[in-house]
T-cell receptor, first 109, second 116 residues
Framework: DAKTTQPTSMDCAEGRAANLPCNHSTISGNEYVYWYRQIHSQGPQYIIH???NNETNEMASLIITEDRKSSTLILPHATLRDTAVYYC??????????FGGGTRVLVKP | GAVVSQHPSWVICKSGTSVKIECRSL??????MFWYRQFPKQSLMLMAT?????????EQGVEKDKFLINHASLTLSTLTVTSAHPEDSSFYIC????????????FGDGTRLSIL
């Protein structure tokens, strides 16, 4: 599976949009981009995933560049409960997920 | 949304005992389940892939005789930590995936295992 690179940490203001970048320059044509988050002492929570097109659901939006070498997860209105470690993972459908270090997001009031 | 239940959520045992952790997919059939381990301040590390009705596939460095995995039905996989020792203390997390290729994995809430 392709490797991903994410910033180690970032702070966000409550109520503002949070934009989380992810680089995956070695992504293959059949690999999806998955985003999960892990709140302290809980299992990872699925957020969103996509292959080529931008995706949106009730939690977030996923913007994938045309060359698919990077993506951005957007939390439209960050709340304090969005404080978590966010993982960007690239994998083929149904395959195992390899977790990197993720981005530690702290939402501040 | 898809729900994966893990039990127990927390267990403390004496060294040398065996501990069984259950992972259930509550509202979908999971042909594949995955078991992860997470040490404090570290990321999740995949231990093994469990396919219903067949032997589990273990990641390099994970002892299959130490961590017994059974996936006897489409909704249940179990991980047994045999003869547990303090170094096995960790946060164990399972995930489950439906047979439909466009569906993501969903994770349980984890089991915190402490061996005294």
């Amino acid at each position: 599976d392709a490797k991903t690179t994410q910033p180690t940490s970032m702070d966000c203001a409550e109520g503002r949009a949070a934009n989380l970048p992810c680089n995956h320059s070695t992504i293959s044509g059949n690999e999806y981009v998955y985003w999960y988050r892990q709140i302290h002492s809980q299992g990872p929570q699925y957020i969103i995933h996509g292959l080529k097109n931008n995706e949106t659901n009730e939690m977030a939006s996923l913007i994938i560049t045309e060359d698919r070498k990077s993506s951005t997860l957007i939390l439209p209105h960050a709340t304090l409960r969005d404080t978590a470690v966010y993982y960007c993972i690239v994998s083929t459908a149904g395959n195992k997920l390899t977790f990197g270090g993720g981005t530690r997001v702290l939402v501040k009031p | 949304g898809a729900v994966v239940s893990q039990h127990p959520s927390w267990v403390i045992c004496k060294s040398g005992t065996s501990v069984k952790i259950e992972c259930r997919s509550l509202d979908f059939q999971a042909t594949t389940m995955f078991w992860y381990r997470q040490f404090p301040k570290q990321s999740l590390m995949l231990m093994a892939t469990s396919n219903e009705g067949s032997k589990a596939t273990y990641e390099q460095g994970v002892e299959k005789d130490k961590f017994l995995i059974n996936h006897a039905s489409l909704t249940l996989s179990t991980l047994t930590v045999t003869s547990a020792h303090p170094e096995d203390s960790s946060f164990y997390i399972c995930s489950a995936k439906s047979p439909y290729s466009n569906q993501p994995q969903h994770f349980g809430d984890g089991t915190r295992l402490s061996i005294l």
